[in-house]
């Protein structure tokens, strides 16, 4: 499964999610080892929902966030870990992302690891970036069903201190409407231009992403 193309229903109980406490994450046996690297100090993390990625790649594991022991700041909500590997996911997506920034840039990737086939997930992932510094997180996923984000659509509201970086998807006709770029949210944004920080690049890079299927 991929994020280009997510359709999922379902219903959710925001007390629940809001409340969610996130404990600390034992890696499975089948989720290889962080390169070993240092968060530039000053960093500002960006929260990433993925499906998953191969974090090994060099130029993706010089760009994650990190804490003072140099240990990942992420987390994979179907494995109730912090390792969120998986290495058919989104790994072009995060290395597009690093790739957007200058070397210098201040910031950093911090990957939530999400199910979008689980109603509670994405909200869950929101949930996570909410109890960290990060408060841009950028959202992949689309689909042309506004119903199927109707749980999404609460868990913004409700997070409505985080910024939410959509796909822009430049490639669909005028008028043509896709979700969650116009589920009509005030802080849902697919215009890098229009936010003035260092997340802006990124913000840039997955507003131009086209959402027609190869």
Same mark, same amino acid.
């Given at each position: 499964?991929?994020?280009?193309?997510?359709?999922?229903?379902?219903?959710?109980?925001?007390?629940?999610?809001?409340?969610?406490?996130?404990?600390?994450?034992?890696?499975?046996?089948?989720?290889?080892?962080?390169?070993?690297?240092?968060?530039?100090?000053?960093?500002?993390?960006?929260?990433?929902l993925?499906?998953?990625?191969?974090?090994?790649?060099?130029?993706?594991?010089?760009?994650?966030?990190?804490?003072?022991?140099?240990?990942?700041?992420?987390?994979?909500?179907?494995?109730?870990?912090?390792?969120?590997?998986?290495?058919?996911?989104?790994? =072009?997506?995060m !290395?597009?992302?690093?790739? +957007?920034?200058?070397?210098?840039?201040? $910031?950093?990737? &911090? /990957?939530v #690891?999400?199910?979008?086939?689980d109603p509670?997930?994405?909200?869950?992932?929101?949930?996570?970036?909410?109890r960290?510094?990060a408060?841009?997180?950028?959202?992949?996923?689309?689909?042309?069903?506004?119903?199927?984000?109707?749980?999404?659509?609460?868990?913004?509201?409700?997070?409505?201190?985080?910024?939410?970086?959509?796909?822009?998807?430049?490639?669909?006709?005028?008028?043509?409407?896709?979700?969650?770029?116009?589920?009509?949210?005030?802080?849902?944004?697919? =215009?890098?231009? !229009?936010?003035l920080?260092? +997340?802006?690049?990124?913000?840039?890079? $997955?507003?131009? &992403? /086209?959402? #027609?299927?190869?």
């Amino acid at each position: 499964m991929t994020s280009r193309n997510i359709l999922w229903r379902g219903s959710w109980c925001l007390g629940a999610v809001a409340g969610v406490l996130i404990p600390i994450g034992i890696a499975r046996a089948a989720d290889p080892k962080v390169p070993p690297a240092s968060d530039v100090a000053g960093r500002t993390p960006v929260a990433v929902l993925t499906v998953g990625f191969d974090y090994t790649r060099p130029e993706i594991a010089a760009r994650l966030a990190r804490d003072g022991e140099g240990e990942i700041i992420a987390w994979d909500i179907p494995g109730d870990d912090r390792y969120p590997y998986d290495a058919a996911g989104d790994t =072009d997506l995060m !290395a597009g992302l690093a790739g +957007a920034l200058a070397a210098t840039a201040p $910031v950093s990737l &911090l /990957p939530v #690891r999400v199910d979008p086939a689980d109603p509670a997930s994405l909200a869950k992932g929101l949930a996570f970036a909410s109890r960290t510094p990060a408060r841009v997180v950028i959202v992949p996923m689309w689909s042309s069903d506004k119903v199927a984000w109707e749980t999404f659509t609460r868990a913004v509201a409700y997070f409505s201190d985080l910024r939410i970086a959509v796909r822009g998807c430049p490639d669909l006709a005028p008028g043509e409407a896709v979700y969650p770029r116009d589920l009509g949210l005030p802080n849902i944004t697919a =215009d890098g231009n !229009a936010v003035l920080d260092p +997340a802006s690049p990124m913000i840039s890079y $997955v507003a131009a &992403l /086209p959402c #027609r299927l190869p």
